[in-house]
């Protein structure tokens, strides 16, 4: 039997309750969420119910809601009788991240002189680069990496594309936790960036998506290379 608009809508009144409970886990997923990727909790880190429920006085549900989420998003792993840990992304994961960053910010910079879109949140990123490493800070210069790329791919003026990069980046920056030595990583592409930008700027959309297709082989060719090394017998994993 149909119901009326009154009565459907009423009947969505048994679901309050959800409300509350669901925005909480969604803040504590924030949370976690941002403790990974700053590098607070490490890929292969155990992520401990009783000590994440006491610091946040919350409930192991709404703990175990925020982990389905992360689960999703593919940050956190639940190992059958041993509980969540942070993914440590495999080799595999470094080629995928870098065959969808070829394709999608290369793009973003040949196209550039057609859309038009405004630079100045690629100049922001690569600014708060520099202060970054003048202040011998470079987990921020990482960061600020991210963004500077982030910025290039929103040049595309796609808000699809935006949402669906948003996992690449994600994975990213566990990829750069794992290989743990951001100054060696990071010092060399700083400057490779200040190039691309200066032939974007300069109206060289062809010459600066060339540079920047050789920078990622190479930062691809080194993440392949640093993860060799950890696993090469005798050393410490990212599992610790």
């Given at each position: 039997?149909?119901?009326?608009?009154?009565?459907?809508?009423?009947?969505?009144?048994?679901?309050?309750?959800?409300l509350?409970?669901?925005?909480?886990?969604?803040q504590?997923?924030?949370?976690?969420?941002?403790?990974?990727?700053d590098?607070?909790?490490?890929?292969?880190?155990?992520?401990?119910?009783?000590?994440?429920?006491?610091?946040?006085?919350?409930?192991?549900?709404?703990?175990?809601?925020?982990f389905?989420t992360?689960?999703?998003?593919?940050?956190?792993?639940?190992?059958?009788?041993?509980?969540?840990?942070?993914?440590?992304?495999?080799?595999?994961?470094?080629?995928?991240?870098?065959?969808?960053?070829?394709?999608?910010?290369?793009?973003?910079l040949?196209?550039?002189?057609?859309?038009?879109?405004?630079?100045?949140?690629?100049?922001?990123?690569?600014?708060?680069?520099?202060?970054?490493?003048a202040?011998d800070?470079?987990?921020?210069?990482?960061?600020?990496?991210?963004?500077f790329?982030?910025?290039?791919?929103?040049?595309?003026?796609?808000?699809?594309?935006?949402?669906?990069?948003?996992?690449?980046?994600?994975?990213?920056?566990?990829?750069?936790?794992?290989?743990?030595?951001?100054?060696?990583?990071?010092?060399?592409?700083?400057?490779?960036n200040?190039?691309?930008?200066?032939a974007?700027?300069?109206?060289?959309?062809?010459?600066?998506?060339?540079?920047l297709?050789?920078?990622?082989?190479?930062a691809?060719?080194?993440?392949?290379?640093?993860?060799?090394e950890?696993?090469?017998p005798?050393?410490?994993?990212?599992?610790?």
């Open positions: 039997m149909a119901h009326s608009a009154v009565e459907t809508y009423a009947a969505l009144a048994a679901h309050r309750g959800k509350d409970r669901a925005s909480r886990s969604a504590v997923a924030d949370i976690i969420r941002d403790g990974i990727l590098g607070t909790f490490r890929p292969g880190a155990r992520l401990s119910e009783p000590d994440i429920c006491a610091a946040l006085t919350v409930s192991r549900n709404t703990l175990r809601e925020a389905r992360l689960i999703e998003e593919r940050l956190v792993v639940h190992e059958l009788n041993r509980g969540v840990f942070v993914r440590v992304p495999a080799v595999e994961d470094i080629a995928e991240v870098y065959r969808c960053r070829r394709i999608v910010e290369c793009t973003a040949r196209e550039h002189p057609r859309t038009g879109t405004d630079l100045a949140p690629v100049a922001a990123a690569l600014e708060r680069a520099d202060r970054c490493a202040q800070d470079w987990t921020g210069v990482g960061t600020a990496d991210v963004d790329h982030r910025a290039v791919t929103a040049l595309n003026g796609s808000r699809l594309l935006d949402a669906l990069m948003s996992g690449v980046w994600n994975e990213l920056r566990l990829i750069f936790h794992v290989v743990a030595e951001p100054e060696t990583f990071h010092r060399p592409y700083l400057h490779r200040h190039d691309v930008f200066d974007l700027t300069g109206g060289r959309a062809e010459t600066a998506a060339t540079l297709a050789d920078y990622l082989a190479d691809e060719a080194q993440l392949r290379a640093a993860y060799a950890i696993a090469r005798g050393r410490t994993s990212a599992h610790g």
